[in-house]
């Protein structure tokens, strides 16, 4: 039989169809990888036999001829979406324990597509890093390795960092990410997947924990660009419960992957070549170039000047956003409760003890920067920068239809490193921030491997609520890298 | 803006989350960094910038005002950390 964990989700769904195997026969080599693969520490929690029993009732819909999009597809959830009656973490020790009553709009709508769930997969806490390292369940180690130093652990990236590492290590065919600042898209390079975050407003918000309401966008991760679009196209879609999702058909992203680019106008913008680039990444960002030329588009430089102010504008609106919205986290209603003396005494030691660092940090700048007499001078002017930026690509979008840049500025790095000094580790974010911040949709494909081995990211900005202009151009890049490389073991 | 040990416990006050004294000094210096890297953005010119509080250019939907839920007490209830008949608990406010 064929190994059923290296297929694609469009080959897997043909096959199903075709009757070559049974969803139960798919969700089990899964489970089997999921099992094997466990070291990497990418799943919180496993629900196997839950996904054995949903996998049974999709070989029964296929029977009756009522299979969905993605039936009998297995797929991970990120640990943020909230899932009816199975543990949902955010991985923090605030949350442990805590069994939603409801469904997360986005995890529902894959339900109903067919999708199989077969856990949920860690992150960052609260989506709060860049390297799933300040998870409270432990880091997340990359499935690929450096040829000059192959027992050294790399990080995933992050937040999304157990999602990138189950898709690339083949424990699950897709996974769903979220994406604040960078959150898909970056773990993607660095585990060498394909991973969108859509335009804000594409994906239904309801029933994700909240970091930053105004950038938070959920996303799917996959290994090539047709299965994120057929992904995208079962998460997407209005909905009454979240008032900035927008009512708005959703197109059938598939058929977007024509392979016909010819005329299209590609922005290269000349701010993201800052000096101390790696040589690397510059030049997968000249092949990505060429690449297009050859398929008949045209590259036209553009400037986006705002650029280099994206990460200062986050770094108060994201910890500004996350004050306010983890307030509920009070030891009252849901998760971890430490006794105090006081009402006021067990709400702060219920938030000390259940926070870990990188979170504590971020709540306490964003009190400070919205706090009387700083709000100002902090976080009004940082909302009038994020216009700018905004501005910045509204303009270049008169004139281009796309966006070319390298996702992240290296390849993955190793753990424990740059975890000093938390503005180092947030330069990680420095090529997606500015997107998030126009709230543009952003994709990002492997396109090629490091000298050491690892692979590297590109990434494509669209108009809003364009995405399959950037589903079409990332399909003829995907076809002209041909990233055929896989992490060891699989 | 440099943050001395006693702002950064009032912001934690204001915040809720107990810091202990000899974290203060620590914590005082990795937030002001953070201040000082934010604060680049004084040298941006914003006369006449409006601040922006949405990407998308969208009214606020209404929707009309009725009752779409309700009678689950023992769902709502299901995660508290301490519950007593159909109330979540909390230590007395009222001396």
């Given at each position: 039989m064929t190994n059923l964990t290296n297929l694609t989700m469009a080959e897997a769904r043909d096959k199903l169809a075709k009757g070559e195997f049974t969803a139960v026969e798919l969700t089990a080599a899964h489970i089997k990888a999921v099992e094997a693969k466990r070291g990497l520490n990418a799943f919180i929690t496993e629900t196997p036999d839950l996904a054995l029993a949903e996998a049974k009732e999709s070989d029964l819909r296929r029977q009756a001829g009522?299979?969905?999009?993605?039936?009998?597809l297995p797929i991970g959830i990120k640990d943020l979406f909230c899932t009816k009656g199975v543990q949902t973490t955010a991985a923090s020790h605030i949350l442990e324990g805590f069994k939603p009553q409801y469904e997360s709009t986005v995890s529902g709508k894959l339900k109903s597509a067919g999708a199989i769930s077969l856990g949920k997969l860690n992150l960052d806490e609260f989506a709060?890093?860049?390297?799933?390292?300040?998870s409270y369940f432990g880091a997340v180690e990359n499935p690929w390795k450096k040829k000059?130093?192959?027992k050294a652990k790399l990080v995933p990236g992050g937040s999304s960092g157990g999602s990138a590492a189950a898709v690339a290590a083949r424990m699950v065919m897709a996974a769903t990410g979220t994406d604040t600042g960078g959150s898909i898209r970056q773990p993607a390079a660095f585990c060498g997947i394909t991973g969108i975050k859509p335009t804000y407003g594409r994906c239904s918000r309801w029933g994700v924990v909240a970091f930053a309401s105004s950038l938070d966008q959920a996303g799917p991760m996959a290994r090539t660009v047709r299965d994120c679009a057929i992904m995208l196209g079962s998460m997407a879609g209005f909905d009454p419960k979240d008032s900035t999702s927008v009512d708005m058909a959703v197109p059938d992203f598939e058929k977007s992957l024509t392979g016909d680019i010819r005329g299209l106008k590609v922005g290269i913008p000349k701010e993201y070549r800052p000096d101390g680039l790696s040589d690397e990444v510059a030049k997968v960002w000249d092949r990505g170039i060429e690449w297009l030329k050859a398929a008949g588009a045209t590259p036209v430089e553009i400037s986006l000047p705002h650029t280099k102010y994206a990460l200062a504008t986050y770094y108060i609106i994201a910890p500004a956003e996350c004050s306010s919205n983890l307030a509920r986290y009070d030891g009252l209603r849901f998760g971890l409760r430490v006794p105090g003396k006081t009402l006021d005494d067990m709400y702060r030691k219920t938030r000390a003890e259940g926070f870990g660092a990188e979170v504590r940090r971020r709540i306490l700048i964003g009190t400070y920067v919205l706090s009387a007499g700083y709000y100002d001078a902090y976080y009004a002017k940082a909302q009038k920068v994020r216009r700018l930026i905004a501005e910045d690509f509204r303009k270049a979008f008169e004139s281009v239809d796309v966006i070319l840049t390298p996702t992240a500025p290296s390849a993955a790095f190793g753990q424990g490193?740059?975890?000093?000094?938390p503005v180092t580790m947030w330069l990680n974010d420095v090529f997606t921030i500015p997107t998030s911040m126009a709230g543009l949709p952003g994709l990002s494909l492997p396109a090629g491997l490091s000298s050491d081995g690892l692979p590297l990211g590109l990434q494509l900005i669209g108009r809003p609520f364009d995405e399959e202009t950037v589903f079409k151009v990332a399909g003829v890049m995907e076809a002209a890298a041909d990233f055929t490389a896989k992490p060891e073991g699989v | 803006m440099s943050l001395d040990k006693a702002t950064v416990r009032n912001i934690a006050n204001l915040a809720r989350i107990e810091v202990k004294d000899e974290e203060l000094d620590h914590l005082a210096g990795e937030l002001s960094n953070i201040l000082h890297f934010v604060e680049q953005l004084a040298e941006v010119n914003t006369d006449g910038v409006l601040p922006m509080t949405s990407v998308a250019a969208m009214t606020l939907p209404m929707r009309k005002?009725?009752?779409?839920?309700?009678?689950q007490p023992e769902a709502v209830l299901a995660n508290a950390p301490e519950a007593e008949d159909g109330f979540f608990t909390v230590p007395k406010v009222v001396e």
């Open positions: 009522k299979a969905g999009s993605m039936d009998g709060m890093g860049s390297s799933n390292q300040t000059s130093d192959p490193e740059g975890t000093d000094d | 005002d009725v009752i779409t839920d309700g009678g």
